[in-house]
């Protein structure tokens, strides 16, 4: 059987948020771009994210506005413009959890602390709640501590998912998971991309941005650079046994008395509606290589610390190992930025953050454009659409 041939301009392997967000933007631009999908959509990194929009305030805890939170800060307002409809991409239809994700601190913080979130760097990221306007369960008298409120909406990651999709869903194709990719050069130039016994695609750009996938597909060309890097998390899931009496919806980061969060609580609803905590932070950091059962006991202890005054309905648990993957740093630490290498025609990225996908984006676009990419007219012959992976809160408690 010989292979299927396609041409277009642009490669893009990968569809998590990376690859959606830049095949719609190029798209949009009015070049032909392929999106690759080996699985199912969003089901590495993107669907196991907590859906934050995070302007960056989460990393300057240690009272220090780093580079990574000055590069992010940005982000958010241009989120909300796509998801007011008036943005790059046309998001008005993504499903908003919650305007700003809070933080708290249950003791009263440290003199040195609410001058910090005082100052003029970060107030206008993070303002003070008063006790009268304060949600639930932070409203409940019996909270004595401090809450403010971040510029970070919190998304429903699968209705991002849809939304990204729709517009392109005729330009991205299920390729079969086990199919190995072989490259055909001409000099440091891709021509082509060989793709199992299936498809032949010839393009002008190729674009990698398949996450922990990234690695094996530079292998596939006899490259050991960019290097990547993985930083695991156990993640914890928890919900109430009984839908009649679901756990109260909370967006919000624990804060201790360290420069990282003990816990960051997401919530999501299952499809039977009931509400779903998705817990990261410290606790996941920390968690890695545990055994889940021991994990899930330490949680529960936890939650009564964080949470005292509030009182939890019996609760069924799960953990939810996965990795970031991202480009490797000299101490595997956190990198501030959206990455994009370009070596030739092939751009690898990371977008390190699900929020950093429209910076991603901005840095593949130029990388492109600056080749003298020109858009030509392609066929969108018949071949298998990737599907959309199930959300986490969906297939985590089997
Ligand atoms: C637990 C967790 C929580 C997070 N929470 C947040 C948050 O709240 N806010 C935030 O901003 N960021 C968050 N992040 C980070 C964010 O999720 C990631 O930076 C982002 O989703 C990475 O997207 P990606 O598209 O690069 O990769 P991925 O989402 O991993 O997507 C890669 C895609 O490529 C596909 N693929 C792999 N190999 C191949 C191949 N050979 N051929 C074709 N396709 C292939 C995969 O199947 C997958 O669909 C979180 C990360 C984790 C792990």
Same mark, same amino acid.
């Given at each position: 059987m010989s292979r299927q041939l396609l041409t277009t301009d642009v490669v893009i392997v990968g569809a998590g948020i990376a690859g959606l967000w830049l095949h719609h933007r190029l798209n949009d631009l009015g070049y032909h771009v392929l999106l690759l999908?080996?699985?199912?959509?969003?089901?590495?990194?993107?669907? $196991?994210?907590?859906?934050?929009?995070?302007?960056?305030?989460?990393?300057?805890?240690?009272?220090?506005?780093?580079?990574?939170?000055?590069v992010i800060s940005t982000m958010p307002a241009r989120w909300k413009a796509c998801l007011d409809g008036q943005g790059e991409i046309d998001l008005s239809s993504v499903k908003k959890l919650t305007e700003h994700q809070l933080l708290w601190s249950q003791d009263r913080l440290s003199s040195k602390m609410v001058s910090f979130f005082a100052s003029k760097a970060l107030r206008s990221r993070m303002q003070f709640v008063e006790k009268k306007q304060r949600p639930a369960p932070f409203s409940d008298p019996a909270f004595k501590g401090a809450l403010y409120q971040?510029?970070?909406?919190v998304l429903d990651v699968p209705s991002l998912l849809e939304s990204l999709i729709k517009p392109w869903q005729e330009?991205?194709?299920?390729?079969?998971?086990?199919?190995?990719?072989?490259?055909?050069?001409?000099?440091?130039?891709?021509?082509?991309?060989?793709?199992g016994q299936q498809f032949e695609i010839k393009a002008k750009q190729f674009i990698l941005t398949a996450g922990e996938g990234n690695e094996s597909v530079i292998k596939?060309?006899?490259?050991?650079?960019?290097?990547?890097?993985?930083?695991?998390?156990?993640?914890?899931?928890?919900?109430?046994?009984?839908?009649?009496?679901?756990l109260p919806t909370i967006y919000a980061h624990s804060l201790g008395s360290? $420069?990282?969060?003990?816990? /960051?609580?997401?919530?999501?609803?299952?499809?039977?509606?009931?509400?779903?905590?998705?817990l990261g932070g410290n606790i996941a950091e920390q968690g890695v290589g545990k055994a889940p059962e021991a994990l899930i006991?330490?949680?529960?202890?936890?939650?009564t610390e964080i949470l005292p005054w509030v009182?939890?309905?019996?609760?069924?648990?799960?953990?939810?190992?996965?990795?970031?993957?991202?480009?490797?740093?000299?101490?595997?630490?956190?990198?501030? $930025?959206?990455?994009?290498?370009?070596?030739?025609?092939?751009?690898?990225?990371?977008? /390190?953050?699900?929020?950093l996908a429209p910076d991603l984006a901005d840095q593949a676009i130029s990388a492109i454009e600056k080749s003298g990419l020109v858009a030509d007219?392609?066929?969108?012959?018949d071949f298998p659409h990737p599907q959309v992976a199930a959300s986490l809160w969906d297939r985590a408690f089997s």
């Open positions: 999908e080996n699985g199912e959509i969003g089901q590495g990194q993107t669907l $196991s994210s907590q859906g934050i929009i995070h302007g960056g305030s989460k990393y300057a805890l240690n009272g220090i506005l780093s580079k990574a939170s000055q971040l510029d970070e909406p330009r991205m194709l299920a390729v079969p998971a086990d199919a190995d990719y072989q490259w055909l050069k001409n000099g440091d130039q891709i021509e082509s991309l060989l793709v596939s060309m006899q490259q050991e650079q960019p290097a990547m890097q993985r930083r695991p998390l156990q993640m914890l899931l928890c919900k109430s046994r009984d839908a009649n009496n679901p360290g $420069s990282k969060p003990i816990a /960051t609580i997401s919530s999501h609803q299952d499809k039977t509606g009931n509400v779903v905590w998705y006991g330490e949680a529960r202890v936890l939650l009182e939890l309905p019996e609760l069924e648990w799960a953990t939810h190992p996965v990795n970031r993957a991202e480009p490797q740093q000299s101490n595997r630490s956190r990198p501030d $930025s959206a990455f994009v290498s370009s070596q030739g025609n092939l751009h690898v990225c990371w977008p /390190t953050k699900l929020a007219t392609h066929q969108n012959p």
